[in-house]
């Protein structure tokens, strides 16, 4: 989020309290045409753009999982406690999309208005260890027949 009160780009754009032109709260790929008009700029610099930023971190051992989540995620929850509460909820569920649903009924909104009222999305992906260093492919048949 940016802490500048007013930021103006060189589509016209502008970051008010976060929010672009003081309403669109993240760059969207799709949709929000309103923000994509200006037919002089390239797409990366309209006031929104689906031009992401790419970081590539090597994952170790002790990687267990990845959460993808939208906005309506991150405003409630930081990713450390998020991390801690699917980490919670592994030990006892294998069913990552109901862990999702958890999450969600976790960040819903109890009234109208205010955080937790906005759209959630998320992607859990769980890492599965690799098997034994003893065990490989070739040495256990397939069929079960040898």
């Known amino acids: 989020m940016c802490d500048l009160t007013i930021t103006k780009n060189q589509a016209g754009g502008f970051i008010q309290v976060g929010?672009?032109?003081?309403?669109?709260?993240?760059?969207?790929?799709?949709?929000?045409?309103?923000?994509?008009?200006?037919k002089t700029l390239p797409v990366e610099k309209q006031i929104v753009t689906a031009n992401p930023d790419i970081n590539i971190v090597e994952l170790c051992d002790d990687d267990e999982f990845l959460v993808l989540a939208c906005d309506g995620i991150w405003d409630c929850v930081s990713s450390q406690q998020l991390v801690d509460y699917v980490r919670e909820q592994l030990n006892s569920e294998t069913k990552l999309s109901a862990i999702c649903e958890r999450v969600f009924d976790r960040c819903l909104a109890p009234t109208a208005g205010g955080e937790g009222c906005d759209n959630m999305t998320m992607i859990l992906v769980q890492f599965k260890k690799p098997v034994g260093s003893g065990t490989s492919l070739s040495s256990s048949p397939i069929d079960g027949t040898r």
């Open 19 to 38: 929010r672009a032109n003081g309403s669109l709260n993240l760059a969207r790929a799709i949709g929000d045409a309103e923000f994509k008009l200006n």
